[in-house]
C-alpha cells in the first residue's frame, strides 16, 4: 500500500521560513512526479510547484522566488523549502505523486497518490 507521509508543517511569524518533507512508503521505484498542491480555508485547492525525475521544476506565480521544491530520487522524498512566508501562504499543504511523467500543468487528476496533508500557519 502507497503511502505519502508530510511533515515539517507549523506555525511561523510573515518572512520566516519553513520547510516540508513528504517521504514515500510501499513504492519500490521512484515516483516519476511529484508535487506540492495547498488549500485555504475557504479556497480551492491549488498546486504550489511541481518536479519530477529529471530536475525540471514548475511553480505556482505566487511563489517563484521564495519556495523551493527539490526531490530526492534514490530516497523518493519531496521537499518545499519556503522563504519570506506571507499570510496568505496559510494553508493545508498536500503532497501528491505519480510514477508517470508529469505533465506540469498541476491537475489533480494527474496524481494517484496523495499525503493526508501539513497544516502551515503564517501570521502577520
Known amino acids: 500500500q502507497v503511502q505519502l507521509v508530510e511533515s515539517g508543517g507549523g506555525s511561523v511569524q510573515a518572512g520566516g521560513s519553513l520547510r516540508l518533507s513528504c517521504s514515500v512508503s510501499g513504492y519500490k521505484y521512484s515516483m516519476n512526479c511529484m508535487a506540492w498542491f495547498r488549500q485555504a480555508p475557504g479556497k480551492e485547492r491549488e498546486g504550489v510547484a511541481v518536479a519530477d525525475n529529471d530536475g525540471r521544476t514548475v511553480y505556482v506565480d505566487s511563489v517563484k522566488g521564495r519556495f523551493t521544491i527539490s526531490k530526492d530520487n534514490p530516497k523518493n522524498t519531496l521537499h518545499l523549502q519556503m522563504n519570506s512566508l506571507k499570510p496568505e501562504d496559510t494553508a493545508v499543504y498536500y503532497c501528491?505523486?505519480?510514477?508517470?511523467?508529469?505533465?506540469?500543468?498541476?491537475?489533480?487528476?494527474?496524481?494517484?497518490?496523495w499525503g493526508q496533508g501539513t497544516q502551515v500557519t503564517v501570521s502577520s
Open positions: 501528491a505523486a505519480d510514477p508517470r511523467p508529469c505533465v506540469g500543468n498541476f491537475q489533480e487528476s494527474e496524481f494517484r497518490f
